[in-house]
Every structure is written in structure tokens, then in C-alpha cells.
């Protein structure tokens, strides 16, 4: 069974810094590019970042760019967000999604999500 | 950057009836399209893609049609566990792949 969990949510201050984690199982994560989703409360879905099987091809929304990064190491099958300088519009849910094929940015597994709080 | 526009914003629909939900694309994502269904407090889930495809164990009374810029979710006959929100997605022309702003559909 696939599975994905998040974690290192909280609440920090603007211009703090944050590093969310992603578990994975069931899967061979290697073979498969990964995403980073967000969901600010009561809002719909936007996607932050992707990151390929290999690491070779990294994308970031323009939300983001310059202030996250993504990462991944296959060897402990984890997915990894560095959040720098966040900011209060950052606050979400932050879910990481598998590519149903690399490379489409089609999201066929996710994980249960972890809140970020920017507030001072 | 596409801009994917999900109508109406709330679809109010007895048990058992049809619900048609649309999803416009500000431009030509060919068949590169999904639905995802979210409930409260649970993650998104793939229903469709490829505009008409069902993920996998997604029931047969829901079905996606369209190519282009116009896409339609139906699902056939409404069941409790169906209202939520959902999501259409364009993965055409990436990045960014990008979200409409989702319908909810509560129940009449």
C-alpha cells in the first residue's frame, strides 16, 4: 500500500524558517518524481514544487522561488521541504504528492498533509 | 501560466440525482486534464484523468468528458460518500500545473 506522511509542520514567525518531511512506503520511491501541494485554510489547491526521480529536474511555483527548496534522498525513500523567509501567505496545508508517471505533474497519491502557520 | 475556471461554485443536488460539474481552460490543455474529489479534513484523491479516464477503484458513475479548453465531471447518481469538493487540473503545460477553484457539491 502506498503510503505518504508528512511532517515538521508548526507555527513560526515571518521570516522564519521551516523544514517539512515526506515518508514514504509501499513504492519504489526512486523511480517516481515528487511534489510539494499546498492548501491555504478555506482555499483551493496550489502547487509548490515538483522534484524528479533522480533529482535531475527541479521546478517551483513563482510563489516560492528563491525562499523554498525542495529535495529528496531515495536512500531513506524521503521527500524534503526547506522553507526560508516565510511569509503569512505561506500559511497552508502542505500535502506531498506522487507523479503518477514522471514526468506528467499528475498527482495519483498524497499524503494526509501538514499545517504551516505563519504568525508572529 | 493556464488559468483553469471550475463552474458553478457550489452545485446543490438531492441523493440520487445527476451532478455536472465544468471546468474551463483559459487554454488548449488537450486531454491533459483531472478531477480530484477532497473531503473535509482528508486529502485530495484522483478520480479521473486524461479528461475521461478513471483512476483506479474510482466507481463507474463517475465519468469525465472533454478535450481543448471544456471538460465536464458527471456523476451518474449521487451518493452520500460523493459530496465534497472537487478539483479539476491541467498537467499540459507545466510548470505550473494548475487547479481550478474547485466545486462543492452539498446536498439539496
Known amino acids: 500500500e502506498v503510503q505518504l506522511v508528512e511532517s515538521g509542520g508548526g507555527l513560526v514567525k515571518p521570516g522564519g524558517s521551516l523544514r517539512l518531511s515526506c515518508a514514504a512506503s509501499?513504492?519504489?520511491?526512486?523511480?517516481?518524481?515528487m511534489n510539494w501541494v499546498r492548501q491555504a485554510p478555506g482555499k483551493g489547491l496550489e502547487w509548490v514544487s515538483s522534484i524528479s526521480s533522480s533529482s535531475s529536474y527541479i521546478y517551483y511555483a513563482d510563489s516560492v522561488k528563491g525562499r523554498f527548496t525542495i529535495s529528496r534522498d531515495n536512500a531513506k525513500n524521503s521527500l524534503y521541504l526547506q522553507m526560508n523567509s516565510l511569509r503569512a501567505e505561506d500559511t497552508a496545508v502542505y500535502y506531498c504528492?506522487?507523479?503518477?508517471?514522471?514526468?506528467?505533474?499528475?498527482?495519483?497519491?498524497w499524503g494526509q498533509g501538514t499545517l504551516v502557520t505563519v504568525s508572529s | 501560466e493556464i488559468v483553469m475556471t471550475q463552474s458553478p461554485a457550489t452545485l446543490s443536488v438531492s441523493p440520487g440525482e445527476r451532478a455536472t460539474l465544468s471546468c474551463r481552460a483559459s487554454q488548449s490543455v488537450s486531454s491533459n486534464l483531472a478531477w480530484y474529489q477532497q473531503k473535509p479534513g482528508q486529502a485530495p484523491r484522483l478520480l479521473i484523468y486524461?479528461?475521461?479516464t478513471r483512476a483506479t477503484g474510482i466507481p463507474a458513475r463517475f465519468s469525465g468528458s472533454g478535450s481543448g479548453t471544456e471538460f465536464t465531471l458527471t456523476i451518474s447518481s449521487l451518493q452520500s460518500e460523493d459530496f465534497a469538493v472537487y478539483y479539476c487540473?491541467?498537467?499540459?503545460?507545466?510548470?505550473?500545473?494548475?487547479f481550478g477553484g474547485g466545486t462543492k457539491v452539498e446536498i439539496k
Open positions: 509501499g513504492f519504489t520511491f526512486s523511480s517516481y518524481s
Open positions: 486524461g479528461a475521461s
Open positions: 504528492a506522487r507523479d503518477i508517471v514522471e514526468p506528467t505533474a499528475l498527482f495519483d497519491y
Open positions: 487540473q491541467q498537467y499540459n503545460n507545466w510548470p505550473p500545473p494548475t
